[in-house]
């Protein structure tokens, strides 16, 4: 992942937007915020959160209804987008912490995301979460598998989840 060459400008500023995309889709996760959430994406998007896959708009639903999680924090490392015109791929370390009734919850490893511009604003269109950790009771072998060779799928710009229209 990297920027070939393009480190003109208006490329730093995509990387700046792209940055408070991820900054406001992880602060509305964190307060449950359905519309923020959806606001995130493209309309034909999806997100592989490991145990739900489905469109953004049914990631905000899944995410913002009453369940066991108390509390949610999420907090970004660095990022590394790769842009190239409208569309850009994007690796994103994380880590989470809650509360689930009484128990706390921890996890962390990277978001690795498609991105278009759309009438001129930055959304997501497919993103994987590949996790170094997941709390306890998540199945594990539900995500996208962490390599540290170029197998990982940081490499692979996929545009969708069925691997058409990789970059």
């Known amino acids: 992942m990297g920027n070939q060459g393009n480190d003109d400008a208006s490329t730093w500023i995509d990387k700046l937007e792209l940055a408070e995309l ?3 889709l992880s602060s509305a996760v964190d307060r449950a915020d359905r519309e923020r959430i959806a606001a995130c994406y493209v ?4 997100d592989d959160h490991g145990t739900f896959r489905g469109t953004g708009a049914e990631f905000a639903e899944f995410v913002s209804r009453p369940g066991p999680m108390r509390s949610m924090h999420h907090l970004l490392g660095q990022s590394i987008f790769d842009v190239q015109g409208d569309e850009a ?3 994103t370390f994380y880590a ?10 921890t996890g962390h490893g990277r978001y690795v ?11 997501l269109a497919y993103r994987r979460v590949v996790p170094d950790a997941v709390p306890p009771g ?3 072998d539900a995500y996208w598998r962490p390599t540290r060779d170029r197998d990982d799928p940081s490499y692979d710009k996929r545009r969708r989840p069925d691997g058409a229209g990789t970059g």
């Open 89 to 91: 791929w994007g690796e």
């Open 43 to 46: 309309e034909d998007s999806f």
């Open 96 to 105: 989470f912490h809650g509360a689930a009734g009484a128990a706390p919850v």
């Open 113 to 123: 995301d498609h991105f278009r511009r759309v009438d001129g604003r930055w959304k």
């Open 138 to 140: 998540d199945d594990g």
């Open 22 to 24: 991820l900054a406001v």
